[in-house]
């Protein structure tokens, strides 16, 4: 990480980011919030991104989109490449994912082994390729997980086994990446409206069951995560490691 004032703690100036899943929803949140604070930030997903290339052309920092499918591994070498070959890598943020929802006796297949593969794999051997640049810069990496690894939830053994194991991959980099001075956090979102969602918020009964599953008694916005995952990955954090924080309004812990 580029040393810096306390007082620009939040500016990721001259860094690069490289993030998954930036085509929509928080990804994209993620993105544009990075490059408003100067960063150049490289992001892969599998979908278009014209999208955010146009939230993020004012902005100060710049936003490079890679094709890429995340359970490809050599689509994540290219990715992680493509980082790397602007000289350096400060911070991975993982946020591509997927959710299944079945029945646990037909929760074969698809629901588990895909989910396994975008939420769990990918993190790891898109950190295995970056793990050298990291502990150039003493980059940071941030997950994002969710309320499942913590919390039960019917019909959803995949998702929740993955955020879980998110969760436990990245109290492991932690340990492994400290002594080069690499922090590894996760964020644990509870319901937030992106296209994962949509479903749900646009069905009125389902939206207000989570609306009230909430202490602050509404659903969460994708800058609402984006902020916590700057905050974990930048020096305002620098001694946070090993941490998955809830961005979820008090869902996970408040009756
Ligand atoms: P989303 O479905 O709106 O966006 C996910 C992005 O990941 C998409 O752009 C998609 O193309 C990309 N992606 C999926 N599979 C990919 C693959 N194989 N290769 C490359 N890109 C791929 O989802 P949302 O809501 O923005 O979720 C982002 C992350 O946040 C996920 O990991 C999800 O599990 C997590 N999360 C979301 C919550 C919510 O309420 N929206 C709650 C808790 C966690």
């Known amino acids: ?20 899943g930036t085509a929509r929803g928080i990804g994209r949140a993620c993105a544009v919030r990075f490059a408003e604070r100067g960063a150049t930030v490289v992001g892969g997903d599998r979908l278009d991104q014209s999208e955010t290339v146009g939230a993020c052309a004012e902005l100060t920092g710049d936003f490079e989109p890679v094709d890429a499918d995340v359970t490809d591994p050599a689509a994540v070498a290219a990715l992680v490449e493509h980082a790397a070959d602007t000289g350096r890598i400060d911070v991975v943020v ?35 390729e970056a793990a050298p640049h990291l502990r150039e810069t003493s980059g940071t990496i941030v997950n994002v997980s969710s309320i499942y690894g913590q919390i039960g939830a019917a019909e959803r053994a995949g998702y929740a086994s993955t955020k879980a194991g998110l969760d436990g991959l990245t109290r ?10 690499v922090r590894a956090n996760a ?15 646009e069905d009125d009964a389902a939206r207000e069951r989570f609306r009230g599953l909430a202490a602050l008694d509404r659903l969460g916005e994708p800058t609402e995560v984006a902020s916590v995952v700057t905050f974990l990955a930048g020096d305002a954090a620098s001694f946070v490691t ?12 408040v009756e």
């Open 1 to 20: 990480m580029t040393t810096r004032e306390t007082a620009s703690a939040l500016s990721f100036a001259g860094d690069t980011v490289l993030i998954t």
């Open 94 to 128: 993982n946020v591509a994912g997927i959710v299944a929802r079945e029945p646990i006796e037909t929760h074969d297949g698809e629901p588990w082994a895909r989910s396994m593969d975008v939420n769990l794999t990918a993190p790891f051997r898109i950190v295995r």
């Open 172 to 181: 492991a980099l932690a340990a492994e990446l400290g002594t080069d001075g």
């Open 187 to 201: 964020v644990a979102p509870g319901f937030i409206e992106t296209p994962m969602t949509a479903p749900y918020a």
């Open 242 to 253: 090993g941490e998955t924080v809830l961005v979820d309004g008090g869902r996970a812990t």
